[in-house]
């Protein structure tokens, strides 16, 4: 029965009423009907209908019943009204209530179970990169050479011609400028000076010496750059390791012994090293490392009896060069030629990385394959 039917706009006795048994009947319906509403009320707005069709201000069934019934009503039957009505309204009232916690713990409820974590479920794998080989080989040759002394320091890789070369004692035109097939940066006309992309790291010697009196003692890891064509050993950029040592009292033995510490270090115990004489403007003299070939271990025959092909049967493998710092040097940075001396290298870290792992070809290293780096966790 709908409320409209509960005769509420009309007083009781248009209605037939006039005895105290016939109003607690009537009321007895009334709760009946509240209490099959009730069960219908799952949701919010379910509820708020509900309690405004009860306990609405003016059209609420309890306020015309009190307007329309009770006020009205005879003085035999206010009593009886009056009893029914109050129990009614606290039957409704707490009824109302209990129907909104049950709606809002059951809502809190669905959404517990929508926000529940599945800790049995599998997780999203994010895969971890790794370092690329060459900053590893780099961190192992930095190890090295931190733990006697040096200290990492690290420069631009466009540079003037002043200090890729004139400060190192290659003048405009010096025929070893050839050799380094130059890469120049076109700039506007008017430019202060040309820049060029480094050929080598030996520009931070004069970076680093201009900057601190001796002692010094650093290695300068970096790409540099050069207009070699690809193939398996040649590379338009590539990385060195600068070193350079400069104090009042470093001998060549300080020299050798320095540079066959780190072979040793890096390669392991059983590599011999040799120099041999060689040729650049800033060290004198100068020298080209060689280390015993690590393929065939210096005998220059490969295992299966042929010619090792790593170092063509020579049983030795180039390095990299090095020497004494050339005095000139000094007079760019306004060292004292007759107090200071020192010795720098210059290493392909590239190839050292190669020679380490066995690696026939420079470009696997810029195609950034991830099977190939996938080798070098
Ligand atoms: N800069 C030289 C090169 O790239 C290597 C070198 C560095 C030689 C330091 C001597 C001293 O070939």
Redesign the pocket.
């Known amino acids: 029965m709908p409320t409209s039917e509960l005769g509420l706009d009309k007083p009781l006795a248009a209605l037939g009423i006039s005895e105290a048994a016939q109003v607690t009947a009537r009321f007895a319906e009334i709760r009946a009907l509240f209490d099959s509403q009730s069960a219908t009320v799952h949701d919010d707005s379910q509820w708020k209908t509900f309690r405004d069709t009860w306990l609405g201000r003016k059209s609420g069934v309890l306020a015309q019943i009190t307007d329309n019934w009770l006020k009205p009503a005879t003085p035999g039957l206010k009593r009886a009204v009056g009893a029914s009505l109050n129990e009614l309204r606290a039957h409704v009232e707490s009824q109302i209530e209990a129907r909104r916690l049950a709606i809002e713990s059951g809502a809190e409820e669905s959404a517990l179970a929508r926000e529940r974590v599945d800790l049995s479920l599998p997780g999203v794998t994010r895969p971890i990169g790794s370092h690329h080989l060459i900053r590893q080989v780099f961190q192992q040759i930095e190890d090295i050479f931190v733990s006697i002394g040096f200290s990492v320091v690290e420069g631009p890789e466009i540079e003037t011609p002043y200090y890729n070369f004139e400060a ?1 004692n290659i003048p405009e035109f010096h025929p070893v400028r050839d050799d ?1 097939d130059t890469f120049y940066i076109d700039l506007p006309k008017g430019a202060p000076t040309p820049l060029l992309l480094r ?4 520009p931070m ?1 004069i970076r680093t010496m201009e900057k601190q009196k001796p002692p010094v003692r650093v290695i300068v890891p970096g790409k ?1 750059y050069r207009r070699d064509n690809p193939d398996a050993t040649h590379s338009f950029a590539f990385h ?1 390791v ?3 040592a400069v104090d009042t009292d470093i001998t060549f033995c300080d020299f050798t012994g320095t540079i066959e510490y780190f072979v040793k270090q890096f390669f392991g115990p059983g590599v011999n090293t040799r120099f041999r004489p ?1 040729y ?1 403007p ?2 004198e003299p ?2 080209e490392f060689d280390v015993s070939c690590i393929f065939c271990g210096g005998s220059g025959t490969a295992a299966s009896g042929v010619t090792c092909a790593k170092c063509k049967g020579a049983g030795w493998i180039e390095l ?4 004494m ?1 050339d005095p000139a040097v000094y007079g760019f940075v306004n060292y004292d030629a007759k107090k200071v001396n020192g ?6 870290m590239d190839r050292l990385a190669m020679l380490k792992y066995g690696i026939d070809d420079i470009q696997v290293f810029f195609q950034n394959d991830v099977r190939f780096l996938r080798q070098f966790p």
Request: proline share 0%.
């Open positions: 190192l380094m050929t080598h790291t030996s010697q540099v060195q600068e070193g350079l060689s650049f800033f060290t100068s020298v990299f060069g090095a020497g710092v010795f720098a290298f210059g290493m392909g």
